[in-house]
């Protein structure tokens, strides 16, 4: 049978209906699928550490046969060990923690660990990551010096049978794939075509032909990427704008002189941005990103007072009924003077009384409006709608957000966004946006201290925490639940609390986890925040936007399993009244682990951006992610740097001779970026 794209991998010789569903697991239906399900890794002979020669203090990869496995049990956690060996000598391997891995490391595999070396009762790996080879042979391919190529792999679908299957179709799979690019693109970045590198990166004869492979991916995905980005920002500056906007020094000028604090440099800089924006003749389409703490929604009110002063009105909109409740109070207060209530639109209010607010903001006597996503309930109509501000923008999705600005004619929008991220970053994920960012924190807010603790010091942490709740402040404890199916972590985290509440009497401690209903957990949140419940567990589901003056501490278990940028949103929730904050972060390790200590050593949300970038390459990040759920496979932040910009300005001129990639050489480019972004083209359209 001929092979094309879009055959089913089910009907490759070898797969059939069964491995087809593992594969439908795994993302793959198709055979374009299946070559572009490429190796997350190679393994190559030279970077195979012998067992004898594993230093204590360094990172290495081992490969060895379980000889023997068991679980030790402790007094925190159940610990899951192995003892491997290669032809020059045995070592343990101690994975804290993971019970589970006893029903998938078991004895005879041939198994690959990757971490660091350490010493206790003798040398040790502590893994971060494992691959099991499976048999012997293999330990012969690493022999001879050939590279392997690792894929993820599922239940049924192991990555050997992956690797084997691929490589007895691959020239078959290549044959589908025409090339997508103009040449003139390969030769300018050095970019292999489109077949030489599918066989590079499934059959790589070096790890830098793999390499030069990756890398094409890559360009692929920035490419369409930008090209997604740049059509949505074309379409977005062509409508034409509907508020006429003049900064008429009225109400902005009033709020400039009653504020109780003088602006810093940085919101100053953004208010100015924000106005030009608005009394220029195209669209505002922007977005703020500052850490939490940075005063966000000042600069916000800013551009609002200026819309009213125009005769419009203004939204506001939040993720939650907590969060929309807290920016009511506050720009009640900040506007007071202005003579301008806001007025709320809750999920909670009563039929009656919504309906009485939305008669107002359809009369246009709601001139500041601020709610939850009650607000882009069809019912709800604006008179003269000049400008919607979305907070927290990441927890929207892209129709939501379409939604409330769909209330208006075409009006000004500005996006708030408390993850910095770094400007190349955000080029890519934002390319649609103009950027604007408040990096330094008002002077004498946010003063927190970050502290790294052993294990052995928990309960002077208890003693501290309690010594907060005496003197009437709160605490958060958070404990990482990855996946909250995993009943394990969950069960850990509950476990953790009833300790708590043991060791804190009489302090109310609550618990919140993703797995509770929503009413359930705004309950507990309320709880919290009106200081009824004095400690605070949470599995980060952890309500990112709530602000809890009152809160100083924020302890949090097993720090190693978070991201940088993580630990950062965590770090920003205390500290925030005018009580120093603390960080507590409990590492299980003797001695501290340098990312924590590079974390412990900066506030500064963008430089531990920078940080986590590094870490976790740019597909992990949490910023790629909150971006509509669009994340990047191929390309690597740490390496492609210099993608980005080629990238982005291939996509541009490309869209500049053919701005909707209707010409005939660019129909496959098109077809692939419809088929990529399900929803094509209008992936980033906000408005
Ligand atoms: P975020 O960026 O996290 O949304 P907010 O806008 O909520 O930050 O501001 C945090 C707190 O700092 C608020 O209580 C706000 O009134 C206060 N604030 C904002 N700007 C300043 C400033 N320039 N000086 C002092 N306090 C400020
Ligand atoms: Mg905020």
């Given at each position: 049978m001929k092979l094309e794209l879009?055959?089913?991998?089910?009907?490759?010789?070898?797969?059939?209906p069964h491995r087809a569903q593992a594969f439908a697991r795994l993302g793959v239906q198709t055979v374009e699928d299946l070559l572009y399900h490429t190796p997350h890794r190679f393994l190559d002979a030279t970077t195979v550490t012998p067992i004898a020669e594993a230093v204590v203090g360094n990172e290495v990869n081992l490969v060895g046969t379980v000889v023997s496995t068991g679980i030790i049990p402790t007094r925190r956690l159940k610990i899951f060990k192995a003892v491997i060996q290669d032809g020059s000598g045995v070592i343990e391997c101690s994975w804290p923690g993971q019970p589970f891995l006893e029903r998938v490391i078991k004895r005879d595999l041939l198994i690959l660990v990757s971490g660091p070396v350490k010493f206790y009762h003798g040398r040790q790996i502590v893994p971060r990551e494992q691959i099991i080879l499976g048999e012997q042979g293999e330990s012969e391919l690493l022999g001879r010096g050939m590279i392997l190529p690792v894929y993820r792999a599922t239940e049924g679908l192991s990555h050997r049978l992956i690797r084997k299957l691929i490589n007895e179709h691959l020239e078959a799979l290549v044959a589908t794939v025409q090339e997508s690019l103009p040449p003139h693109l390969l030769k300018e970045h050095s970019l292999p075509d489109l077949r030489d590198t599918f066989r590079a990166v499934h059959n790589p004869p070096t790890t830098e032909a793999a390499e030069r492979g990756r890398r094409r991916l890559a360009f692929d995905e920035l490419l369409d990427l930008q090209i997604v980005v740049a059509r949505a920002r074309q379409i977005a500056k062509a409508v034409p704008k509907g508020p006429r906007i003049e900064n008429r020094r009225d109400l902005t000028t009033q709020l400039k002189n009653n504020l109780p604090f003088e602006l810093t440099s940085d919101q100053k800089r953004c208010i100015r941005e924000v106005t030009a924006d608005m009394a220029s003749g195209e669209r505002m389409h922007r977005l703020l990103m500052g850490d939490?703490?940075?005063?966000k929604t000042v600069v916000a009110l800013f551009a609002m007072m200026l819309a009213i002063e125009n005769g419009y009105q203004a939204v506001f909109m939040a993720p939650t009924e907590l969060l929309a409740e807290q920016h009511g109070r506050s720009l009640t207060e900040l506007a007071a003077s202005l003579g301008i209530v806001p007025d709320l639109l809750l999920g909670r209010l009563s039929p009656s009384e919504k309906q009485q607010v939305r008669k107002r903001i359809a009369a246009g006597e709601a001139r500041l409006v601020v709610g939850t996503?009650?607000?882009?309930?069809?019912?709800?109509?604006?008179?003269?709608?000049?400008i919607a501000v979305i907070d927290e923008q990441h927890r929207f999705g892209v129709e939501q957000r379409a939604a409330l600005v769909g209330k208006g004619d075409s009006p000004d929008v500005l996006l708030l966004s408390a993850t910095p991220i770094p400007r190349s970053l955000a080029l890519t994920v934002y390319g649609d946006l103009d950027i604007s960012t408040l990096r330094i924190k008002p002077?004498?807010?946010?003063?927190i201290s970050t502290d790294v603790r052993p294990a052995k010091a928990r309960s002077k942490v208890y003693e501290f925490i309690r010594g907060e709740c005496d003197a009437g402040r709160q605490a958060y404890v958070v404990y990482p639940v990855?996946?909250?199916?995993e009943r394990t972590d969950l069960r850990a985290a509950s476990s953790m609390s009833v300790e708590l509440k043991e060791k804190l009497k009489p302090h109310k401690v609550g618990l919140v986890h993703g797995r509770m209903k929503t009413e359930e957990r705004e309950l507990t949140m309320r709880r919290f925040r009106d200081g009824e419940i004095k400690v605070l567990v949470a599995t980060t589901v952890i309500e990112v936007g709530i602000d809890v003056s009152n809160a100083t501490v924020m302890m949090v278990e097993h720090?190693?399993?978070?991201?940088l940028a993580q630990l950062h949103q965590l770090r920003g929730r205390v500290g925030r009244g005018a009580h120093r904050g603390y960080c507590i972060l409990m590492s299980p390790e003797r001695s501290v682990p340098r990312r924590l200590r590079q974390f412990a050593e900066t506030e500064d949300g963008f430089e531990i951006a920078e940080l986590d970038l590094k870490e976790r390459g740019m597909g992990e990040l949490v910023g790629a992610r909150q971006s509509g759920g669009l994340f990047l496979r191929y390309a690597d932040f740490s390496k492609d740097a210099e993608l980005i910009p080629a990238a982005r300005s291939a996509a541009f001129a490309l869209l500049e001779e053919d701005p909707d990639l209707s010409s005939k050489p660019n129909q496959r480019l098109r077809q692939r970026i419809e088929r990529r972004y399900e929803r094509g083209m209008e992936l980033f359209r906000v408005g």
């Open positions: 879009d055959t089913p991998v089910q009907f490759l010789k070898g797969v059939g939490v703490g940075t005063g996503h009650a607000l882009i309930q069809e019912h709800t109509q604006f008179s003269r709608l000049g002077a004498g807010r946010g003063a990855i996946d909250e199916s720090p190693e399993r978070f991201g």
